[in-house]
Structures are given as structure tokens and as C-alpha cells.
């Protein structure tokens, strides 16, 4: 999965409770991206980032955050999680900002 | 908002033969990519068409654009078993400056053997 790696993989957690889901690159590419994918609705961004620091809202941000202090690594934060943002969490990254190379993917759900 | 959407929304078909979808998008584009997904795993790039390009190859893949109709056509020639997976394609997202893509739903190809 091109230098990508995200961790938890597997995660269940109780509805309120914060989560932070992390994605490691090793390929230092600048543009790294947080997707959502849910039946029905195919990958939808949540957030991205342009660089250290840098980050911007996706379509489906709200109830997510992230930071990004280093360029290897990119964290989405859920401050308080709701049964609605069970989901699979795809991280991508890119250097060129058209292909994207993308992790295996965080599932994750909350009760 | 979802910009592509991909038809049939699932393909079954013998092991050799060809496989075509396609994908429908809503407003103008520079480039349009198709990714595919195997069960339980990441996106994987296919192939990137730009919007002058009216077709592309990159080995049993062919892919084409109308950009006068915003579609885009996957085809995928002597199909094998591997090729089993969800096709998406993706363009660039449009939503108030952010960058990103947006997928279609995916077509889910099965390659019967």
C-alpha cells in the first residue's frame, strides 16, 4: 500500500467517547487526504492537508478534525463520536494532488 | 455532493470476456482517474485521462472520455478472475476551493471463472 500506513485498524468504541485515527506515509508526499466510505455513498473527503500545519474541510467534515504536525504523519480526530460516523476510514496521500495512493483502512464502529 | 456515478451498478461475466462501465459526472473536469477496490483492501490508481485525451490504454485497460456528454468508459479486455473487484472513477472535488476528490459509487465486477 505505497508507504501508507493507518492505525487502528479495527476499532469499536461507545457513542461520546473521542477517537483519533493515524495515518503514517513514508514516502514524504505533501498532500495527504481523509476519506470516508459508507454503503451507498462511495469515498467522501473529510479533510486534507497541504502540508505541515496546513489542513482544509472536505464535503463531510463536521464532527471531524485533524492536525498534521509533521509531514509523515496525519491524525482525524472524532471529539465525540456518534453511531453516524460508523465507517471505513481511508487515508491517501499525494505528491502531484491527481493520483492518489491510498491506505488499507481503518474500520471503525460505534455502539 | 457526489460528482461521478458509475454504471451498472454490478457486472457478472465469464472469465475472458470484456468488461465496460462507465461513468457519468456533473461539471466540467481537467482529468477524470479510475481507482479499483478489492474486498477489504485501499483504492488502488488505474489509469488518468485528461480532459484533451479522448482515450487511453495502459495494458487491458482502455479508457475513454466525452467530455461533450461527461462520460467516461472503463474497459477492461480478457477479463481474469483477479480483475474481481469495485471500480470507481474519481474528479477532482468541487465544493468551495477544497482539494480532494469525489468518487462515484463504484461498479462491483465479478469475474466468473
Redesign the interface.
Known sequence: ?AG?TQSPRHKVTETGTPVTLRCHQTENHR?M?W?RQDP??????IH?S?GVKDT????VSDGYSVSRSKTEDFLLTLESATSSQTSVY?C?ISES?????????TRLTVL | SQQGEEDPQALSIQEGENATMNCSYKTSINNLQWYRQNSGRGLVHLILIRSNEREKHSGRLRVTLDTSKKSSSLLITASRAADTASYFCATKYSGGGADGLTFGKGTHLIIQP
Do not use: V
Request: no cysteine; glycine share 18%; aromatic share 28%.
Open positions: 500500500d501508507i498532500y487526504y476519506y451507498g455513498h462511495g469515498l467522501r473527503l486534507y497541504y482544509d474541510k472536505g464535503e481511508f491517501a494532488r491527481t493520483e492518489q495512493f491510498f491506505g488499507p483502512g
